[in-house]
């Protein structure tokens, strides 16, 4: 059972456009919602993170668009630019230990 | 401050052999844990531990055992390496004296079963 589902799998998008990457959700109990990067070779970094009590956050070019109602988050990539291509999990995780339940990955490509 | 890093970096078993993966980080972290990453299935979570002494499982902990006897390290043990073992293992850790919800990655450890 994935309970983090996310889409798409691989998404092509030129330097300067908006990559959009989604993800749904089934436990309503996630109290948690990162977005990692991942290079090839590397391990993940954190990206972004948001909390259920906003509905956006902000960091840069990157913003965490939440919807709790439709248990539903997003990944918006302002002004891509080549260096952004990497693999782009989104993860959910509800107090305690923070354990993380990851989707299933977006290979993201910006071409120059 | 070296951050999380993982021994060894690759390493190649035949089907029932055994090895133990190290895991070490030096920034005092009460919250360790190890992921295994597989084509299209993201990162799914194998056990973690949430202090010294202390280990549970996660999602997908057949197979795999674990131990942190230090705070700084958590090992990752096969006892009988099978091909379905076959991924790349990462382990992460949380949780300063300051409490954040941040999880540092190592680098990976490559294992191929044959």
């Known amino acids: 059972q994935q309970q983090v589902k996310q889409s798409p799998q691989s998404l092509i998008v030129q330097k300067g456009g908006i990559s959009i990457i989604n993800c749904a959700y089934e436990n309503t109990a996630f109290d948690y919602f990162p977005w990692y990067q991942q290079f090839p070779g590397k391990g993940p970094a954190l990206l972004i993170a948001?909390?259920?009590?906003?509905s956006e956050k902000k960091e840069g070019r990157f913003t965490i668009s939440f919807n709790k109602s439709a248990k539903q988050f997003s990944l918006h990539i302002m002004d891509s630019q080549p260096g952004d291509s990497a693999t782009y999990f989104c993860a959910a995780s509800e107090g305690g230990a923070q354990k993380l339940v990851f989707g299933q990955g977006t290979r993201l490509t910006i071409n120059p | 401050n070296a951050g999380v890093t993982q021994t060894p970096k690759f390493r190649v078993l035949k089907t029932g052999q055994s090895m133990t993966l190290l895991c070490a980080q030096d920034m005092n972290h009460e919250y360790m844990y190890w992921y295994r990453q597989d084509p299209g299935m993201g990162l799914r979570l194998i056990h973690y531990?949430?202090?010294?002494?202390?280990?549970a499982k996660g999602e997908v902990p057949d197979g795999y055992n674990v131990s942190r006897l230090k705070k700084q390290n958590f090992l990752l043990g096969l006892e009988s390496a099978a091909p379905s073992q076959t991924s790349v293992y990462f382990c992460?850790?949380?949780?300063?004296?300051?409490?954040?919800?941040?999880?540092?990655f190592g680098p990976g450890t490559r294992l191929t079963v044959t």
């Open positions: 992460a850790s949380s949780w300063p004296p300051t409490g954040a919800y941040e999880q540092y």
């Open positions: 948001i909390r259920p009590d906003v």
């Open positions: 531990s949430v202090g010294e002494g202390t280990t």
